[in-house]
Every structure is written in structure tokens, then in C-alpha cells.
């Protein structure tokens, strides 16, 4: 059975840093794309950064680019988002998602693209 479940959020003051981590089970990642969205109160869904593990290529949204890194744990079965810089337009429900389908420049925010979620962790950044 497939599971992402995401720790590490939390409050932080404006210009302070968070690592998220997402913790798969139920499948390898080696294969996998692993995305992190964030999702505000009456906003869409968005996609924040991607991590195509099997080749390592990552995705960033602009307004997040130079402060936010993504990379894959020493654990293997686990991708952190590192956030460093926050804004309060930072705030939001951050999730993980993976897709075994791989994915592109062009893809790699669509959250249709990927099946499978994890449940979310709340990120507030205080002005």
C-alpha cells in the first residue's frame, strides 16, 4: 500500500527556515517523481518543487527559487523540501505527492499528474 506522510511544519517568523520531510511506504522512490504543493484558504492548489529521483532533475516555482532546495534523504525512502527565507505568502498546507510516471518541465506542477498523496502539514510564517 502505497503512503506519503509529511512531518515538519509548523510556525516560523518571516525570514525563518523549515525542512518538510515526506516519508514513503508501500513502494521504492527510486523510479518515482516527488512533488511538494502547498495549498492556501480559497486558493488552488500549487506546485512548489519536484524531484525526478531517477534522474535526478528538480523543478522549482519561481517565487520560491534561491530559497527553497528539494533533495532525496540518506534514508533513500524519504525527499525533503528544505525552506529557507519564509514569507507569510509561504503559509499554506504543504503535501508531498508521487507519481511512478515520471515527468517533465511541463507537467511537474499539474496535480493531476500524480496519484498518490500524503495528508498534509501546516506551514505559517509570521510577519
Known amino acids: 500500500q502505497v503512503q506519503l506522510v509529511e512531518s515538519g511544519g509548523g510556525l516560523v517568523q518571516f525570514g525563518g527556515s523549515l525542512r518538510l520531510s515526506c516519508a514513503a511506504s508501500g513502494f521504492a522512490l527510486d523510479y518515482y517523481a516527488i512533488g511538494w504543493f502547498r495549498q492556501a484558504p480559497g486558493k488552488e492548489r500549487e506546485g512548489v518543487s519536484c524531484?525526478?529521483?531517477?534522474?535526478?532533475?528538480?523543478y522549482f516555482k519561481d517565487s520560491v527559487k534561491g530559497r527553497f532546495t528539494i533533495a532525496r534523504g540518506n534514508a533513500k525512502n524519504a525527499v525533503y523540501l528544505q525552506m529557507n527565507n519564509l514569507k507569510p505568502d509561504d503559509s499554506a498546507v504543504y503535501y508531498c505527492?508521487?507519481?511512478?510516471?515520471?515527468?517533465?518541465?511541463?507537467?511537474?506542477?499539474?496535480?493531476?499528474?500524480?496519484?498518490?498523496w500524503g495528508q498534509g502539514t501546516q506551514v505559517t510564517v509570521s510577519a
Open positions: 505527492a508521487a507519481t511512478p510516471y515520471g515527468t517533465d518541465s511541463y507537467r511537474w506542477s499539474e496535480p493531476d499528474e500524480y496519484p498518490y
Open positions: 524531484l525526478s529521483i531517477s534522474d535526478g532533475t528538480t
